[in-house]
């Protein structure tokens, strides 16, 4: 069982430059969501995805596109890189609650991906 | 000020020693709280849930004080494969889904 798969794990990009972060899962779970981790500070939401067709913004989002086209994938883009958009990216997926146990479920996470912005 | 706050330590400790850390948070309608373990460059997994009566996971015991806004972790007989960070996460209910906040992390180091 594969879990949540991101690639690529690390990546250089100039100023400017556009990319594509790959996210699947195959754990069939509705909700998915991308991470920025930097140092000294916590994991910080980027954008979310409670179903195939809906995304939203989570705290950080100006600078990033998301689509969600299938429960499985859910790819991250950066429209034109900067240097403070350098920082490790996680991909996460868990089961959405429903009311059924009053709280959210384990979140599962990708292994990461390094991208520096030069 | 900062959902979710934690000592980032770290925390150096002898190989069987017992090492304890909170993390206190900000929202007072928060209504679940999970520690996650980090290992060096690597993704972050469920340690435990918290409960409101507090339980215990092995060596692991985590605590919830909600008047004081607090929860805590306590490893006890602490093993080398201890090391690593680890990160307080406060849930809250919103209209159609929860709310996460992670904690920065508290590094624990367990020397031989």
């Known amino acids: 069982n594969a879990g949540v798969t991101q690639t690529p794990k690390f990546q250089v990009l100039k100023t400017g430059q556009s990319m594509t972060l790959q996210c699947a899962q195959d754990?069939?779970?509705?909700?998915m969501s991308w991470y920025r981790q930097d140092p000294g500070m916590g994991l910080r939401l980027i954008h979310y995805?409670?179903?195939?067709?809906?995304?939203d913004q989570g705290e950080v989002p100006n600078g990033y596109n998301v689509s969600r086209s299938t429960t499985e994938d859910f790819p991250l883009r950066l429209l034109s890189a900067a240097p403070s958009q350098t920082s490790v990216y996680f991909c996460?997926?868990?089961?959405?609650?429903?009311?059924?146990?009053?709280?959210?479920?384990?979140?599962?996470f990708g292994e990461g991906s390094r991208l520096t912005v030069l | 000020r900062k959902e979710v706050e934690q000592d980032p330590g770290p925390f150096n400790v002898p190989e069987g020693a017992t090492v304890a850390f909170n993390c206190t948070y900000s929202?007072?309608?928060?209504?679940?709280f999970f520690w996650y373990r980090q290992d060096c460059r690597k993704e972050p997994k469920l340690l435990m849930s918290?409960?409101?009566s507090g339980n215990e996971d092995g060596r692991f015991t985590a605590q919830l004080n909600r008047a004081s806004q607090y929860i805590s972790l306590l490893i006890r007989d602490s093993k080398l494969s201890d090391s690593a960070t680890y990160l307080c996460?406060?849930?809250?209910?919103?209209?159609?889904?929860?709310?996460?906040?992670f904690g920065a992390g508290t590094t624990v180091t367990v020397r031989a």
């Open positions: 996460a997926s868990r089961d959405r609650d429903r009311g059924r146990i009053g709280r959210p479920g384990e979140l599962f």
């Open positions: 754990m069939n779970h509705e909700y």
């Open positions: 995805s409670v179903g195939a067709g809906i995304t």
């Open positions: 929202n007072s309608a928060s209504q679940s």
């Open positions: 918290v409960y409101s």
């Open positions: 996460v406060v849930s809250r209910p919103l209209s159609n889904d929860y709310k996460l906040s």
